[in-house]
């Protein structure tokens, strides 16, 4: 149980032209969504929060109309990269939590972004 | 505010070698502390939990203990695999919608 998805696995891109990430909780219904960005050999880092229905929470530094993130329903968030650089080109993580109050984040298998 | 420290890798080990993969925390309240694994290409994997003091978590053989009195959960193997290469990431969840606070993740590398 507690499996999330997301697609694509990987996409290249021009510079310039905007990607849709996908991110599906298959078997329960995530109330949370988290996007993460991942360099290489470094740690996660939490891009934003999103509540089913509601406007997603962004951290310090990130970029609300660069990453746009909508919550629509229960088992689905995208992540949009819009107008996308090289210095785009990471590996983003969504990781979804259940409601009721558990504290466990479920992770997809990562997005593999690269623009050229 | 919340943050982790684990020890820093990368760690190499042969077959069979016993396993520890330090790791201490920094937060108010009372956390949920939680180790994930991540193989390589891949997203992480929840690997244990625990959510209160000398809770123990374990599975598929790796085990920690929530130390509040060291605020430390260190993470065991008695015996690698090959299998268990991957990064491992210790991570704390401090508030009530769950945001997780991650260390910097240890590379373990296991040789036959």
């Known amino acids: 149980g507690a499996v999330v998805s997301q697609h694509p696995s990987w996409v290249i891109c021009k510079s310039g032209t905007s990607v849709k990430i996908e991110c599906r909780s298959l078997?329960?219904?995530?109330?949370?969504m988290f996007w993460y960005r991942q360099f290489p050999k470094q740690s996660l880092m939490l891009m934003a929060t999103?509540?089913?229905?509601?406007?997603?929470?962004?951290e310090q530094g990130v970029e609300k109309d660069k990453f746009l993130i909508n919550h629509a329903s229960l088992t689905l968030s995208t992540l949009t990269v819009t107008s996308a650089h090289p210095e785009d080109s990471s590996f983003y993580i969504c990781?979804?939590?259940?409601?009721?109050?558990?504290?466990?984040?479920?992770f997809g298998p990562g997005t593999r972004l690269t623009v050229l | 505010g919340d943050s982790v420290t684990q020890m820093e890798g990368p760690v190499t080990l042969s077959e069979e070698a016993f396993l520890t993969i330090n790791c201490t925390y920094t937060?108010?309240?009372?956390?949920?502390l939680f180790w994930y694994v991540q193989y390589p290409g891949e997203g992480l994997q929840l690997l244990l939990k625990?959510?209160?003091?000398?809770d123990k978590g374990s599975n598929k053989g790796f085990e920690a203990t929530y130390r509040k009195e060291t605020t430390s959960f260190h993470l065991e193997k008695g015996s690698v695999q090959v299998s268990d290469s991957a990064v491992y990431f210790c991570?704390?969840?401090?508030?009530?919608?769950?945001?997780?606070?991650f260390g910097q993740g240890t590379i373990l590398t296991v040789h036959p």
């Open positions: 625990a959510t209160k003091a000398d």
């Open positions: 991570a704390l969840s401090g508030t009530s919608y769950g945001k997780l606070t």
């Open positions: 999103s509540n089913e229905g509601s406007k997603a929470t962004y």
């Open positions: 078997d329960f219904q995530a109330t949370t």
């Open positions: 990781s979804g939590r259940a409601g009721g109050g558990g504290d466990t984040q479920y």
């Open positions: 937060a108010t309240g009372y956390p949920s």
